[in-house]
């Protein structure tokens, strides 16, 4: 949990920006009404009293990772199915501090989850952000409108007289199927000519609302996660919900790098070719339009893996004058044209396998895989660079490496 809010803390660091602030130098910090003026929550169409049904009797205690180690008691509103919020930008607002001034409002939506590590409160779990979803580590809140900007944020900037929408499925999509979990709205207001990626906080005051799902909503997530894990096991007949794969075969479906072999099958066992592996990691990667000529003599336009073969060429991860495409995927193969899609990392030491040599050109490959939990060999000491690997495998190593 330390190294996870380590790496949020960096996160966020590296999201904010390390740029000068730039705001009038008489600026002095709002106060807390003044930031309450400068936006309205509508609920379900109606407005909502801030100091109302968000500040309810019902309370927790989370763990402010920002500010040290502090157990901060809270009050948190309850989410129903039905729930979605509005939330507009007056516009102009006269501030005590500052006089009047048009601010922009910044808002994200972060998640804390009950810890078992920490110690009770007057006999109650206290919530833990272990991870925050606002800058984009998840597609959420307010469908179709949030994208990853250049700083990496995936927050939204709302300008006066603007709104923007939170629906319940962006509750929804941030639980990481624990649905036992709290609801960090945080709304920000921006002092002219300050950005939302300034290193100080001056310029901003912020407001914070906290949210937890009632059982009906509780209930209807459950179900949603419980029809999508079906969706595999119903679909293809030689993919069962216990199998090794049946995870991965469910990513690689949904992500649609793979759509199986017909209709209702996947051939989990049937031998992966050169062709279907770097034609699944080009799909997980975007599918991006090759630029280069076809450098290779035995393939076509035509071919489905046309354009996976020429950006696999353009990324190194293959070579020649002739691509092989009915090549059985072996197993130093896969990991190879995994670990050069990655940028080729240097591991911090040498597999340990008796039957991967020093010397062999994939053996920084299997080091990095083995690191990365992609694999841990077949046993017995050996990795079987040769051993050829099959449908399921080669979904297994992708969900791995990249889900």
Same mark, same amino acid.
């Given at each position: 949990m330390k190294k996870n809010l380590l790496s949020l803390a960096l996160a966020l660091v590296i999201c904010l920006g390390l740029t000068v602030p730039v705001f009038a130098t008489d600026w002095k910090e709002a106060a807390l009404g003044d930031i309450s003026g400068t936006f309205t929550i509508m609920r379900n169409g109606t407005v909502d009293e801030k100091s109302g049904i968000y500040l309810s009797e019902k309370k927790a205690y989370i763990l402010n990772w920002f500010e040290g180690d502090d157990k901060t008691e809270i009050n948190y509103a309850v989410v129903a199915p039905t729930d979605t919020w509005v939330i507009g930008n007056t516009g102009s607002k006269t501030l005590t501090a500052s006089g009047?001034?048009?601010?922009?409002?910044? $808002? =994200?939506?972060?998640?804390? =989850?009950?810890?078992? @590590?920490?110690?009770?409160?007057?006999?109650?779990?206290?919530?833990?952000? #272990?991870?925050?979803? =606002? &800058?984009?580590?998840?597609?959420?809140f307010v469908d179709g409108m949030l994208e990853r900007d250049e700083h990496g944020c995936n927050s939204v900037l709302v300008k006066p007289g603007e709104t923007t929408t939170i629906p319940f499925s962006a509750f929804a999509q941030m639980t990481n199927g624990n649905t036992d979990c709290i609801y960090k709205l945080t709304i920000r207001a921006l002092y002219p000519g300050v950005s939302q990626y300034e290193d100080s906080f001056e310029g901003m005051v912020e407001q914070h609302f906290y949210f937890k799902l009632d059982s009906d909503a509780k209930s209807a997530i459950d179900k949603e996660v419980e029809k999508d894990s079906a969706i595999v096991t119903?679909?293809?007949?030689?993919?069962?919900?216990?199998?090794?794969f049946?995870?991965?075969?469910? &990513?690689?479906?949904?992500?649609? $790098?793979?759509?199986?072999?017909?209709?209702t099958t996947f051939s989990p066992g049937e031998t992966c070719s050169k062709a279907q592996i770097l034609t699944f990691l080009w799909r997980a990667n975007g599918s991006?339009?090759?630029?280069?000529?076809?450098?290779?003599a035995d393939i076509k336009t035509a071919d489905y893996f046309y354009k996976a073969a020429l950006w696999a060429a353009e990324k190194g991860l293959v070579s020649d004058s002739t691509f092989g495409p009915n090549t059985d995927c072996t197993r130093a193969m896969t990991v190879e044209y995994l670990w050069k899609a990655a940028g080729s990392p240097a591991p911090t030491s040498k597999a340990s396998f008796t039957d991967v040599p020093d010397n062999a050109e994939y053996a920084q490959a299997v080091a990095w895989a083995? @690191?990365?939990? $992609?694999?841990?060999?077949? #046993? #017995?000491?050996?990795f079987s660079p040769a051993a050829t690997c099959t449908r399921g495998q080669i979904v297994t190593f992708l969900h791995r490496t990249m889900g």
């Amino acid at each position: 949990m330390k190294k996870n809010l380590l790496s949020l803390a960096l996160a966020l660091v590296i999201c904010l920006g390390l740029t000068v602030p730039v705001f009038a130098t008489d600026w002095k910090e709002a106060a807390l009404g003044d930031i309450s003026g400068t936006f309205t929550i509508m609920r379900n169409g109606t407005v909502d009293e801030k100091s109302g049904i968000y500040l309810s009797e019902k309370k927790a205690y989370i763990l402010n990772w920002f500010e040290g180690d502090d157990k901060t008691e809270i009050n948190y509103a309850v989410v129903a199915p039905t729930d979605t919020w509005v939330i507009g930008n007056t516009g102009s607002k006269t501030l005590t501090a500052s006089g009047n001034a048009i601010y922009s409002i910044n $808002i =994200w939506l972060g998640t804390y =989850w009950p810890s078992d @590590e920490l110690e009770k409160v007057d006999g109650e779990a206290v919530y833990e952000g #272990g991870s925050s979803n =606002w &800058w984009g580590d998840h597609d959420h809140f307010v469908d179709g409108m949030l994208e990853r900007d250049e700083h990496g944020c995936n927050s939204v900037l709302v300008k006066p007289g603007e709104t923007t929408t939170i629906p319940f499925s962006a509750f929804a999509q941030m639980t990481n199927g624990n649905t036992d979990c709290i609801y960090k709205l945080t709304i920000r207001a921006l002092y002219p000519g300050v950005s939302q990626y300034e290193d100080s906080f001056e310029g901003m005051v912020e407001q914070h609302f906290y949210f937890k799902l009632d059982s009906d909503a509780k209930s209807a997530i459950d179900k949603e996660v419980e029809k999508d894990s079906a969706i595999v096991t119903n679909k293809f007949a030689d993919v069962k919900s216990d199998d090794y794969f049946a995870d991965a075969v469910q &990513w690689a479906v949904e992500r649609n $790098i793979t759509s199986g072999t017909s209709e209702t099958t996947f051939s989990p066992g049937e031998t992966c070719s050169k062709a279907q592996i770097l034609t699944f990691l080009w799909r997980a990667n975007g599918s991006p339009e090759p630029t280069a000529a076809n450098p290779f003599a035995d393939i076509k336009t035509a071919d489905y893996f046309y354009k996976a073969a020429l950006w696999a060429a353009e990324k190194g991860l293959v070579s020649d004058s002739t691509f092989g495409p009915n090549t059985d995927c072996t197993r130093a193969m896969t990991v190879e044209y995994l670990w050069k899609a990655a940028g080729s990392p240097a591991p911090t030491s040498k597999a340990s396998f008796t039957d991967v040599p020093d010397n062999a050109e994939y053996a920084q490959a299997v080091a990095w895989a083995v @690191e990365n939990e $992609i694999t841990s060999g077949t #046993g #017995g000491g050996n990795f079987s660079p040769a051993a050829t690997c099959t449908r399921g495998q080669i979904v297994t190593f992708l969900h791995r490496t990249m889900g």
